[in-house]
């Protein structure tokens, strides 16, 4: 999920009018240490001043234009996982990201949700992992959304998936999941489910904690 750090090269240049509001008033805040465009990420996030400078300069430099498309995130996602193909997780990634849903990414999109996945709660983490499940977007984990993210996930993995991928590898790991999600064995997971059980797993619980303190 940090893919997308690194360093602002700032120069003298006069302003477009057609560039981002907010990555006008970020720009001046990160160079001039005008605080008036980071009030409003401050308030949204659990991010700090300078963690949110660190990260826009890193989304800057990686996105110099201030949004992410997704072959875009397709190409910065694929950079840490070369053995495989990341591509179609990342598209469902990208999704994920995408909260206005307009087929780009923001710096306030990208700084929400990694503040959600690296300091909001349990729950939070939680509902943020669902919708990204959630493929269609109904409320509902169905067999075949989840059937696609996990060979999303072994693909991404490629030659490093151990133990070697058999051909019904894929079906066995939705059959668990929903085994273990399903309450109410009526073929869908809900987000109340997928919490619950969530919530009930070690193994989950620790994960949630892997990358509280990555900034």
């Known amino acids: 999920m940090g893919a997308v750090v690194g360093t602002l090269a700032m120069q003298s240049r006069q302003r477009r009018p057609s560039r ?4 006008d008033e970020l720009e001046l805040s990160v160079v001039c240490h005008r605080p008036e465009g980071l009030e409003q990420l401050l ?4 991010f700090s001043k300078k ?3 660190v ?4 989304f800057k ?7 992410v498309n997704e072959e875009t995130f397709k190409h910065i996602y694929s950079k840490f996982f070369p053995q495989g193909d990341a591509s179609t997780y ?4 990208f999704n994920a990201f995408d909260s206005s849903h307009n087929g780009s990414i923001k710096f306030e999109d990208f700084v929400a949700a990694l503040s959600i996945l ?17 493929i269609n977007q109904d409320g509902y984990i169905n067999k075949e959304e989840m059937t696609h993210i996990v060979k999303a996930i072994y693909d991404m993995m490629g030659r490093f998936t151990y133990p070697a991928l058999k051909t019904d590898t ?8 929903f085994q273990k999600m399903d309450k109410n064995r009526d073929g869908v997971v809900t987000l109340d489910e997928f919490i619950l059980s969530c919530q009930e797993d070690e193994n989950i619980m620790r994960s949630l904690q892997l990358f509280e303190n990555v900034i």
């Open 90 to 93: 990342a598209h469902y990634l």
């Open 61 to 67: 430099n990686e996105c110099p234009c201030g949004v």
């Open 20 to 23: 981002d509001k907010l990555d």
């Open 118 to 134: 690296l300091r909001g709660s349990t729950t939070e983490k939680l509902q943020w992992t669902f919708n990204l499940y959630d």
């Open 55 to 58: 990260l826009y300069r890193g």
């Open 170 to 177: 894929t079906k066995h790991h939705v059959d668990a999941f």
């Open 51 to 53: 963690e949110l400078q």
């Open 43 to 46: 308030a949204q996030t659990s």
